[in-house]
């Protein structure tokens, strides 16, 4: 009896213990706490951020990847190296020695199988979405090199294939809870709702990470995630609010991808008419909105693209904040005969970023100050969707939808078609310039890419003036002191545990 | 009371019939759930295939027909997101709900019954003062004030409990603690309110001249009495803990199935919206159940 109640007493202190006990960083276990749980860990589904940031690159590695610290471009991750042939179809020389973390070794079959599976119409992959409009043939030449081969062809296949995760040969066509990759780190535990994590293995190929550990814990409030790291229950919060931002010992924004915008809707008047958009632009006072309602570190954007993408115009400014010039252009386009007094409807998001009630009411009294008649509409995530993509409603009144767009990915092909070509899902106008422009910056490379991208950039902002471009947003992380790291504009997607050091 | 058992599992079968029929129709009303699914650049050609895959595309009629077959075979479908039976997600998360509500309504009940009735015993007093106000209080504060006040004082500046999570016995003391105040106002007001009228009628003021002690009198001649409407208001306490209490466990990282439900009506995810409110309403019809046998055991009239 007494030495079941010691055994007990023992028990219970551990189980207390642990519930108190820091986050282990100085041995290599960390532990990050989250918004929002994986629903599943699919490795085709990585390219969505609530599954990207646990997994990619982590347990599922890709065979490019984009150097988003430094300026390397498209790095070999298992690829070793790539060429295009001659047919314009692009030949892949794989890593050897490389194996998954169930003990098979990788090859050419398994990045067929890969791909077979993104493009398969039994699982829906996102990450098939990189691929739309494209035909795809995959050929094996041998188990260390593969040709990859798309109808049109596709010069940036390099930077696609570092959203394609590789799994094995083995995978089922249909979606898996436990994935098996060929990254530093396994799956170990999956307690949904409470917590996922991560190990090393002893057989991977690169470099060994610091990180040893992973535990990755879930909490919907930013406040809590805050705390978290502060009490030590946690290492590191890659998303917490401006408010909770306050230690500069272990509190920094960073650019994260994200840009806020307004779409102009340019099929319906008064909105078809180029100098109603321009006076739109001149009557917003961006600047007053930094370290007020949007976070000091904020950009003022004149892209959708954030400044660390391919063709980023430096030229182009952003338009200045000019009531009267405003004024004037709606004045001369209501001499014209442009029914300017017809009211423009706002559609926002609710909760789509902080502050964006506060955001949206401010741009409503500034466009009304310089003479527009401006309602404002919110909505929730669903609702919006059909207001921002095709195919929109018949009938509908002049129309700006405010959006926030991530572009993480280094290059515009994966914003412009969506937003600005003719066919494109959200795009508000059609204009055979710039769908001639997006259509050859495509297929460019090089140089002749980033030029053709950074005339696209100048002539929509300046010539179409297509939309109301707002902030590339900042996003505020909390960093325990223990770890050495800084997030990038890639963190909201991915978040490499390899890139993590422990002082 | 057999028959009285019979009468009210098949009037809740036809209430749980009704309610998965409305629930069924209303969640295809929300939308598509392929637009939630993937993002706004996805093409059409993959959002038909979405469907495609989870027959979707069918009339609504051979939907609810299959959904109907798949329900009596006791296939509740799966989670679009989650890729898993949608009944072993909603029970996963229901169990946590279930012993977060059953051990918050024990000490609720326990402690509110006392303070209650101590404050009804000495009614105008300076302990039914303080029960009183605190209690109103308890009814009134907001939930998830509460919890970051909580948090920021007992986890951020004493240190003394974990923020969030479920990993130890310490984890559930904040939840609980929070969990615990709004109905433990509610119902020391209504075991107050009760205890009066009960500790006034003639068989207590019989029993004070027979010379009977004050805690006999209050604890088994009036407060038996006095449960019914306690009961009753305990009985919705449990039932809105067992719907899942969506801000405690968002705040603290709670599993259960509010958040779920919640998350799973945002996401369109509707095999998971049927299988919450199917479990979550089962369990409400037993607790019911329980709430009429214990007014049977407690009132002989409603038992003959």
């Given at each position: 009896?007494?030495?079941?109640?010691?055994?007990?007493?023992?028990?219970?202190?551990?189980?207390?213990?642990?519930?108190?006990?820091?986050?282990?960083?100085?041995?290599?276990?960390?532990?990050?706490?989250?918004?929002?749980?994986?629903?599943?860990?699919?490795?085709?589904?990585?390219?969505?951020?609530?599954?990207?940031?646990?997994?990619?690159?982590?347990?599922?590695?890709?065979?490019?990847?984009?150097?988003?610290?430094?300026?390397?471009?498209?790095m070999?991750?298992?690829?070793?190296?790539?060429?295009?042939?001659?047919?314009?179809?692009?030949?892949?020389?794989?890593?050897?020695?490389?194996?998954?973390?169930?003990?098979?070794?990788?090859?050419?079959?398994?990045?067929?199988?890969?791909?077979?599976r993104?493009?398969?119409?039994?699982?829906?992959?996102?990450?098939?979405?990189y691929?739309?409009?494209?035909?795809?043939?995959?050929?094996v030449?041998?188990?260390?090199?593969?040709?990859?081969?798309?109808?049109?062809?596709?010069?940036?296949?390099?930077?696609?294939?570092?959203?394609?995760?590789i799994?094995?040969?083995?995978?089922?066509?249909?979606?898996?809870?436990e994935?098996?990759?060929?990254?530093?780190?396994?799956l170990?535990?999956?307690?949904?709702?409470?917590?996922?994590?991560?190990?090393?293995?002893?057989?991977?190929?690169?470099?060994?990470?610091?990180?040893?550990?992973?535990?990755?814990?879930?909490?919907?409030?930013?406040?809590?995630?805050?705390?978290?790291?502060?009490?030590?229950?946690?290492?590191?919060?890659?998303?917490?609010?401006?408010?909770?931002?306050?230690?500069?010992?272990?509190?920094?924004?960073?650019?994260?991808?994200?840009?806020?915008?307004?779409?102009?809707?340019?099929?319906?008047?008064?909105?078809?008419?180029?100098?109603?958009?321009?006076?739109?632009?001149?009557?917003?006072?961006?600047?007053?909105?930094?370290?007020?309602?949007?976070?000091?570190?904020?950009?003022?954007?004149?892209?959708?693209?954030?400044?660390?993408?391919?063709?980023?115009?430096?030229?182009?400014?952003?338009?200045?904040?000019?009531?009267?010039?405003?004024?004037?252009?709606?004045?001369?386009?209501?001499?014209?005969?442009v029914?300017?007094?017809?009211?423009?409807?706002?559609?926002?998001?609710?909760?789509?970023?902080?502050?964006?009630?506060?955001?949206?009411?401010?741009?409503?009294?500034?466009?009304?100050?310089?003479?527009?008649?401006?309602?404002?509409?919110?909505?929730?995530?669903?609702?919006?969707?059909?207001?921002?993509?095709?195919?929109?409603?018949e009938?509908?009144?002049?129309?700006?939808?405010?959006?926030?767009?991530?572009n993480?990915k280094?290059d515009?092909?994966?914003?412009?078609?969506?937003?600005?070509?003719?066919?494109?899902?959200?795009?508000?106008?059609?204009?055979?310039?710039?769908?001639?422009?997006?259509?050859?910056?495509?297929?460019a490379?090089?140089?002749?890419?980033?030029?053709?991208?950074?005339?696209?950039?100048?002539?929509?902002?300046?010539?179409?003036?297509?939309?109301?471009?707002?902030?590339?947003?900042?996003?505020?992380?909390?960093?325990?002191?223990?770890?050495d790291f800084?997030?990038?504009?890639?963190?909201?997607?991915?978040?490499?545990?390899?890139?993590?050091?422990?002082? | 009371?057999?028959?009285?058992?019979?009468?009210?599992?098949?009037?809740?079968?036809?209430?749980?019939?009704?309610?998965?029929?409305?629930?069924?129709?209303?969640?295809?009303?929300?939308?598509?759930?392929?637009?939630?699914?993937?993002?706004?650049?996805?093409?059409?050609?993959?959002?038909?295939?979405?469907?495609?895959?989870?027959?979707?595309?069918?009339?609504?009629?051979?939907?609810?027909?299959?959904?109907?077959?798949?329900?009596?075979?006791?296939?509740?479908g799966?989670?679009?997101?989650?890729?898993?039976?949608?009944?072993?997600?909603?029970?996963?998360?229901?169990?946590?709900?279930?012993?977060?509500?059953?051990?918050?309504?024990?000490?609720?009940?326990?402690?509110?019954?006392?303070?209650?009735?101590?404050?009804?015993?000495?009614?105008?007093?300076?302990?039914?003062?303080?029960?009183?106000?605190?209690?109103?209080?308890?009814?009134?504060?907001?939930?998830?004030?509460?919890?970051?006040?909580?948090?920021v004082?007992?986890?951020?500046?004493?240190?003394?409990?974990?923020?969030?999570?479920?990993?130890?016995?310490?984890?559930?003391?904040?939840?609980?603690?929070?969990?615990?105040?709004?109905?433990?106002?509610?119902?020391?007001?209504?075991?107050?309110?009760?205890?009066?009228?009960?500790?006034?009628?003639?068989?207590?003021?019989?029993?004070?001249?027979?010379?009977?002690?004050?805690?006999p009198?209050?604890?088994?001649?009036?407060?038996?009495?006095?449960?019914?409407?306690?009961?009753?208001?305990?009985?919705?306490?449990?039932?809105s803990?067992?719907?899942?209490?969506?801000?405690?466990?968002?705040?603290?990282?709670?599993?259960?199935?509010?958040?779920?439900?919640?998350?799973?009506?945002?996401?369109?995810?509707?095999?998971?919206?049927?299988?919450?409110?199917?479990?979550?309403?089962?369990?409400?019809?037993?607790?019911?159940?329980?709430?009429?046998?214990?007014?049977?055991?407690?009132?002989?009239?409603?038992?003959?």
């Open positions: 009896m007494k030495k079941t109640l010691i055994s007990g007493a023992l028990i219970a202190g551990a189980t207390l213990f642990s519930a108190l006990s820091p986050a282990l960083a100085a041995s290599g276990a960390i532990k990050i706490v989250l918004p929002e749980e994986a629903d599943l860990l699919e490795p085709c589904m990585a390219t969505r951020s609530n599954i990207g940031r646990i997994i990619m690159e982590n347990v599922s590695e890709t065979l490019t990847e984009l150097d988003v610290r430094g300026k390397k471009g498209v070999p991750r298992l690829a070793e190296k790539w060429e295009q042939n001659a047919d314009g179809s692009w030949r892949f020389h794989l890593r050897q020695g490389v194996k998954f973390s169930d003990g098979t070794v990788f090859d050419a079959k398994d990045v067929k199988h890969s791909f077979d993104v493009m398969s119409d039994k699982i829906t992959c996102e990450a098939k979405r691929f739309g409009g494209m035909t795809i043939t995959t050929n030449v041998d188990d260390n090199t593969i040709d990859i081969k798309t109808q049109p062809v596709q010069p940036i296949l390099p930077l696609l294939m570092s959203l394609v995760t799994v094995p040969e083995s995978t089922p066509m249909q979606f898996v809870r994935p098996v990759g060929t990254g530093p780190y396994k170990t535990n999956w307690t949904p709702g409470q917590q996922i994590v991560l190990e090393t293995r002893e057989d991977y190929w690169g470099k060994k990470p610091s990180v040893t550990k992973a535990t990755y814990l879930f909490r919907a409030d930013p406040s809590v995630r805050a705390a978290m790291v502060q009490t030590g229950e946690a290492d590191l919060s890659p998303s917490i609010s401006q408010l909770d931002a306050t230690n500069p010992k272990t509190d920094f924004s960073y650019l994260d991808s994200e840009t806020v915008y307004l779409r102009i809707d340019h099929n319906i008047a008064p909105l078809n008419d180029v100098r109603v958009r321009k006076a739109l632009n001149l009557a917003i006072d961006r600047q007053a909105f930094l370290g007020t309602l949007v976070p000091e570190g904020a950009v003022l954007a004149t892209a959708i693209v954030p400044p660390t993408t391919l063709g980023w115009n430096p030229d182009v400014k952003q338009f200045p904040h000019d009531v009267a010039a405003a004024k004037k252009l709606l004045a001369e386009a209501k001499a014209a005969g029914p300017v007094e017809t009211p423009i409807t706002i559609i926002a998001r609710t909760a789509n970023f902080p502050n964006v009630t506060e955001i949206m009411e401010a741009i409503q009294a500034q466009l009304q100050e310089a003479g527009f008649k401006v309602e404002l509409k919110f909505v929730e995530v669903a609702e919006h969707e059909t207001y921002y993509s095709k195919p929109f409603k009938g509908r009144g002049p129309q700006l939808v405010a959006a926030m767009h991530d993480s280094g515009p092909s994966f914003s412009m078609f969506f937003k600005y070509a003719s066919k494109g899902t959200q795009s508000g106008f059609s204009d055979p310039k710039v769908d001639d422009l997006i259509q050859r910056a495509s297929a490379v090089g140089d002749e890419r980033a030029r053709l991208w950074s005339q696209l950039i100048a002539y929509l902002h300046d010539d179409v003036v297509a939309d109301v471009l707002l902030f590339h947003m900042v996003g505020f992380a909390r960093v325990s002191e223990k770890l800084k997030p990038t504009i890639a963190t909201n997607s991915m978040l490499q545990l390899s890139e993590i050091g422990i002082r | 009371m057999l028959s009285f058992i019979r009468k009210r599992s098949v009037a809740s079968l036809i209430s749980l019939v009704g309610l998965i029929v409305m629930v069924f129709f209303l969640s295809r009303m929300t939308g598509d759930p392929a637009s939630l699914f993937l993002p706004v650049e996805a093409s059409a050609e993959m959002k038909q295939q979405f469907r495609e895959l989870h027959g979707l595309n069918d009339p609504l009629l051979v939907q609810f027909g299959r959904y109907v077959g798949d329900v009596v075979t006791g296939d509740l799966e989670s679009y997101r989650k890729a898993r039976p949608a009944l072993d997600v909603v029970t996963e998360a229901f169990t946590w709900t279930l012993w977060l509500a059953l051990i918050t309504m024990s000490l609720v009940t326990s402690a509110a019954i006392v303070v209650g009735s101590l404050a009804a015993f000495r009614s105008g007093g300076f302990f039914d003062r303080i029960a009183s106000m605190l209690s109103l209080i308890g009814a009134s504060v907001p939930d998830f004030w509460l919890a970051i006040v909580a948090i004082l007992f986890s951020v500046n004493l240190a003394w409990l974990p923020t969030s999570g479920t990993g130890s016995v310490l984890h559930w003391i904040l939840p609980i603690g929070v969990l615990f105040v709004r109905p433990f106002g509610i119902i020391v007001q209504v075991v107050r309110g009760s205890m009066i009228s009960a500790l006034s009628s003639a068989y207590v003021k019989t029993a004070r001249a027979k010379g009977v002690r004050s805690g009198i209050i604890f088994i001649h009036a407060l038996r009495n006095a449960m019914l409407p306690v009961i009753t208001v305990i009985g919705d306490q449990a039932a803990l067992l719907n899942g209490a969506v801000v405690v466990e968002t705040i603290f990282g709670f599993p259960g199935v509010g958040k779920l439900m919640i998350d799973s009506i945002l996401q369109r995810d509707f095999n998971v919206v049927l299988a919450a409110i199917l479990v979550t309403a089962l369990a409400i019809f037993l607790m019911n159940l329980l709430i009429d046998l214990c007014y049977a055991l407690l009132d002989p009239r409603i038992r003959h």
